[in-house]
């Protein structure tokens, strides 16, 4: 899968293979990660989400396959590769008895070169400027989830990873989170990884999302552009002047009657071309109007109505 950006992947997932005795948990995965978006990871409950991340954070080995970020191999150069990675795959762990800067200051003695300034930068960006010098245990949730944010890329990492980060959050945390992911895309450049099972979230955070089932790769698709896939039909309302004749008349589309329009399945090409024929047929057209499917309606009917994790 190209990231579409014309720039080199920051990740790819190349044949991503993962079995269990004669069980096959992840079947032969590959996926490209584009820099400096938010990139969502849906699949239903079991379909190897946590498994395919913590294969691509070396807490599980593979079977076959490899994965390669900024191009260090994970199997071969583990160092070089995890370097550039930041990852909250579980609930992120704080000494609860210390600030949150305390924290964040404890933890950067593990990794040489960060500043004092970096340590301000990270906190600025997760919101949590004015809180910083509170204990942890008197953080809400939403920003404990902010602080294990803050810990991850305080190394300037290209991609984080985040497994189930909006689980236990009310609404507001999760409106904050998604907004604090947005803003480190953007302004970090981070590639971040995401998985859950909130798939209307999922639709305001991300800029893409891939879907697996069954430990396959069952789809990648476009979230910023609201629109399906190029090579993907859409429902399509035209908005005429007569509607019972437009429909007659645009029966090789299948079309069918929907108020005062005729709705048919066609690609973006053959958008214009039914307006044409339309036009040119002598009918007024007032409309054209694309009916995305949500994201919801488009992971049911492709994962057979299956539930997420």
């Known amino acids: 899968m190209d990231s579409q950006t014309g720039s080199k992947p920051v990740v790819q997932l190349k044949n991503v293979t993962k079995t269990f005795g004669s069980r096959t948990i992840i079947d032969h995965l590959t996926l490209d990660l584009p820099s400096a978006e938010v990139f969502g990871f849906l699949g239903p409950n079991g379909a ?104 991850a890329i305080m190394h300037k990492p290209s991609l984080l990873i985040l497994d189930e980060p909006t689980n236990g959050l009310d609404p507001a945390g999760i409106r904050e989170l998604r907004d604090y992911l947005r803003k480190l895309a953007k302004e970090e450049g981070i590639t971040v990884f995401v998985s859950s099972h909130l798939l209307s979230e999922m639709e305001l955070m991300c800029d893409r999302v891939a879907i697996i089932q069954g430990g396959k790769l069952i789809d990648v698709r476009s979230i910023r552009q609201g629109a399906p896939l190029a090579s993907e039909a859409s429902r399509v309302l035209f908005e005429v002047d007569r509607p019972a004749e437009a429909v007659l008349y645009l029966a090789k589309y299948n079309a069918i009657q929907e108020e005062d329009a005729a709705l048919v399945n066609v690609d973006k090409e053959t958008i214009a071309v039914v307006n044409s024929e339309l036009v040119t047929a002598g009918f007024k057209v007032f409309g054209i109007r694309i009916l995305n499917k949500s994201l919801e309606e488009q992971f049911l009917e492709m994962t057979g109505g299956e539930s997420v994790v």
């Open 48 to 151: 190897g989400k946590t498994t395919t991340i913590r294969m691509m954070v070396g807490l599980m080995s593979l079977t076959d396959g490899d994965v390669l970020i900024e191009g260090h191999s994970i199997r071969k150069d583990y160092e070089k590769a995890i370097r550039h990675v930041g990852a909250i795959v579980e609930n992120p762990e704080m000494y609860k008895y210390l600030t949150g800067f305390q924290n964040l200051l404890h933890f950067s003695r593990m990794v040489p070169g960060i500043t004092k300034q970096r340590i301000d930068e990270v906190v600025e960006l997760v919101g949590l400027k004015s809180r910083i010098h509170d204990k942890v245990k008197t953080y809400s949730l939403g920003m404990r989830q902010r602080l294990g944010v803050a810990q």
